[in-house]
């Protein structure tokens, strides 16, 4: 009786989670595992992987070449992050002061270009900022300037593509933490005699800094994996963390040390989230903003 009473009590289980934990096996661990193994093996002679145990891919991470590699990704990540924030924030505190409709409104229209292919947006970049782009024209005839400008195929150029391409990610957390910000408290703090850029540092900084935390989570983590965004502004001048990475196992055909750099690029993921969790924030908010 007990183990019938057991199997009526697993199978809805199963039913449920069986699916998922199957789609995560399949498309989660399996392929985590593959790189994983081929990190430590060594690359043939014509490409591929040779069996065979080595630490040599990960020593070779550690290069003067890659080692700055991985210094300017992490400076143009920062950079990305610090101007989502600069950038977002105000926006965000101002939608968040309206009503209903308005607050749907504007969240629409931050939305919906990010529905039409990211290739598709940054060609239109492309074509705004080259030098015969609309941006140099107009400069030009407002005589702002006296030659072209040269924005792109630089690191001005894929900061640029970065920033639009991850903002929303600054945004929904920031949204989330702003307009579930007490308003009695800022009252408060008017009631007692506190300016407004006191009252903001004091009480609505420290209050929204959860969304700040998640935001700069969400965005420095896919800027150092954005390949084509760097190869499209950066005219594959620019090489960052994730173009190496492509580089390695499409250009080199060396899939282990390629596998290897996949590996570190997770560890260095799991760092920043680590940090994150360290300072207060919470890992679920990075999952789904309510």
Known sequence: MKTRLKIKSIVPRLTMTGPVAGWMILFVVIPFTYIFV?????????????????????????DAKYLMIFLNSILLAAVTTALCILIAYPFTYFIAQKTAVTKTVFVSMVMIPFTVSSLVR???WINLLRKDGIINNLLMSLRVIDEPLQMIYNNFGVIVGMVYTLIPFMILPLYSSIEKLDKSMLEAGNDLGAKPARAFATITLP?????????????FIPTLGYFFITDMLGGSKIMMIGNLIRNQFVTAKNWPFGAALSIFLIVLTLAALWVYERIGGDLEDLGGMR
């Open 122 to 124: 940054i060609y239109s």
């Open 38 to 62: 081929i990190s430590f093996m060594n690359r043939g002679t014509y490409g591929g992987v040779e069996l065979g145990f080595t630490l040599q891919n990960y020593a070779n991470i550690f």
């Open 207 to 219: 209050l929204t800094a959860p969304g700040i935390f998640a935001g700069a989570i969400m965005v």
